[in-house]
């Protein structure tokens, strides 16, 4: 999946809550490709209330990898301003198509999400997530909380596709894109030398 993370106009520093847009819109598609690709990979993953549970985890898990990201790159008023901005973007996306779906009011499944990804933080907060990427045990997390989602035959070897695929594709493009938005400008694009043959 090729994710452009440029901004429109660069050669200024943007705000915290402009970053949380930019990642808000990446981590749905990031999500959506994990998806994908799980149900890709003959995993079951069923249109309605699985399938948005399924969804809701995994961007409650990029929230919280962005969130370990800007912990490093934002100092602590922009990171809060950054976080909460992207949780409260992520989950009013998530809330509009829910509804949509399922019905319901946005209002509600809006709450659901961020009382679920509150009650997720207290559990990703107990795992390190370092210059090299989340531990062993954070990425397990993710891979445990899908597979209670999962139907029994699917439980135990979803683990294994979201801990050795999903979420490392996830955490690499989460980390890749951040780093190239936090850049306050780009550097120009190298122009390609060509030898005449006269």
Same mark, same amino acid.
């Given at each position: $999946?090729?994710?452009?993370?440029?901004?429109?106009? /660069?050669?200024?520093?943007?705000?915290?809550?402009?970053?949380?847009?930019?990642? &808000?819109?990446?981590?749905? %598609?990031?999500?959506?490709?994990?998806?994908?690709?799980? !149900? %890709?990979? &003959?995993?079951?993953?069923?249109?309605?209330?699985?399938?948005?549970?399924?969804?809701?985890?995994?961007?409650?898990?990029? +929230?919280? +990898?962005?969130?370990?990201?800007?912990?490093? =790159?934002?100092?602590? *008023?922009? !990171?809060?301003?950054?976080?909460?901005? @992207?949780?409260?973007?992520?989950?009013?996306?998530?809330?509009?198509?829910?509804?949509?779906?399922?019905?319901?009011?946005?209002?509600?499944?809006?709450?659901?999400?961020?009382?679920?990804?509150?009650?997720?933080?207290?559990?990703?907060? /107990?795992? *390190?997530?370092?210059?090299?990427?989340?531990?062993?045990?954070?990425?397990?997390? @993710?891979?445990?909380?899908? &597979?209670?989602?999962?139907?029994?035959?699917?439980?135990?070897?979803?683990?294994?596709?979201? $801990? &050795?695929?999903?979420?490392?594709?996830?955490?690499? $493009?989460?980390?890749?894109? $951040? =780093?190239? @938005? @936090? /850049? /306050?400008? !780009? !550097?120009?694009? =190298?122009?390609?030398?060509?030898?005449?043959?006269?």
């Amino acid at each position: $999946m090729r994710i452009k993370s440029q901004w429109f106009k /660069e050669g200024r520093k943007h705000t915290p809550q402009e970053l949380a847009g930019a990642v &808000s819109f990446i981590a749905w %598609k990031i999500a959506d490709d994990a998806l994908k690709s799980t !149900r %890709k990979a &003959s995993f079951d993953v069923a249109v309605g209330p699985q399938y948005f549970a399924f969804f809701n985890e995994f961007l409650i898990f990029l +929230v919280q +990898v962005a969130d370990r990201i800007a912990f490093r =790159r934002l100092d602590n *008023d922009e !990171r809060v301003a950054f976080t909460s901005t @992207l949780a409260n973007r992520v989950a009013e996306t998530q809330a509009e198509n829910q509804s949509r779906l399922l019905g319901g009011t946005a209002a509600a499944h809006k709450q659901a999400f961020i009382d679920r990804l509150n009650r997720r933080a207290d559990g990703y907060a /107990e795992f *390190d997530y370092g210059e090299d990427g989340p531990t062993f045990r954070f990425t397990r997390y @993710l891979a445990h909380s899908l &597979s209670e989602i999962m139907d029994e035959k699917d439980s135990d070897w979803v683990i294994d596709q979201i $801990m &050795s695929i999903q979420a490392p594709q996830a955490v690499e $493009m989460i980390e890749k894109t $951040m =780093r190239n @938005l @936090l /850049e /306050e400008t !780009r !550097r120009p694009p =190298r122009r390609g030398t060509s030898t005449s043959g006269d």
